[in-house]
């Protein structure tokens, strides 16, 4: 069985500091990996997706994402935060085959001035 | 080209009650996934829906129920309302059945107060 786990709950960063985000994943297949950003009252938005091939996935707003089979990680990274960052971020990874993804616990980033 | 609509956006229901919430595809998309976000649980997969049809099912109790129709379009029904029901309900939809690395479209989500 598939399972995500997001080691931070909350992380702050000041504006233009660097951050990263971190996502662990379990399973014994192969598994897609995905990171999705949520608004407050708003659904969820794909920011970027780790299919196959290169490890080093770019999405948008400037977010980028490396895996690492090794450490089974999906870690997200962005050089330089905007207060407007300041979301929910979520690792996903899809249950092989299916569109059922399974959801790590969220971190809250906070992007202060 | 209109995201996945969900309605209503808000509702608030009382311990004992059912309530059914409705999402629209975007157009064209015929596979319709339901989760729930709760404080508590995080985002868990109740079901979903292609062609009328379920394909997959999460780990809720029976009152948990969905349908989609010919037009894509989908309905969640929640019987028996539980105050542990409260959660953000989220649709989302895709083109086809699964392909790898299809996309995933998420609605903005129906807020459900139980009280």
């Known amino acids: 069985a598939q399972s995500v786990t997001q080691l931070d709950s909350q992380v702050p960063v000041f504006e233009e500091a660097p951050v990263e985000l971190r996502c662990n994943y379990s399973s014994s297949v192969s598994v897609y990996l995905f990171w999705y950003v949520q608004y407050p009252n708003q659904g969820l938005q794909l920011l970027l997706k780790y299919l196959s091939g290169s490890t080093l996935v770019k999405g948008i707003n400037g977010f980028e994402a490396e895996f690492n089979k090794s450490q089974t990680s999906f870690h997200l990274r962005k050089p330089s935060v905007h207060i407007s960052d300041t979301a929910e971020y979520f690792c996903a990874v899809s249950v092989s085959g299916t569109y059922k993804y399974i959801f790590g616990t969220g971190t809250r980033l906070k992007v202060l001035a | 080209k209109a995201g996945v609509t969900q309605t209503p956006r808000y509702l608030i229901k009382t311990r004992g009650q059912q309530v059914t919430l409705s999402c629209s595809p975007i157009?064209?998309?015929?596979?319709v996934s339901w989760y729930q976000q709760t404080p508590g649980q995080g985002l868990q997969f109740l079901f979903e829906?292609?062609?009328?049809?379920?394909?997959n099912k999460g780990n809720f109790p029976g009152r948990f129920s969905g349908r989609q129709f010919s037009n894509s379009r989908s309905e969640m029904n929640v019987s028996t309302l539980e105050l542990g029901d409260s959660a953000l309900y989220l649709c989302?939809?895709?083109?086809?059945?699964?392909?790898?690395?299809?996309?995933?479209?998420f609605g903005p989500g129906t807020r459900l107060t139980v009280t």
């Open positions: 157009s064209g998309h015929r596979s």
């Open positions: 989302a939809s895709s083109k086809t059945t699964y392909r790898e690395g299809a996309q995933v479209y």
């Open positions: 829906y292609f062609s009328e049809t379920q394909r």
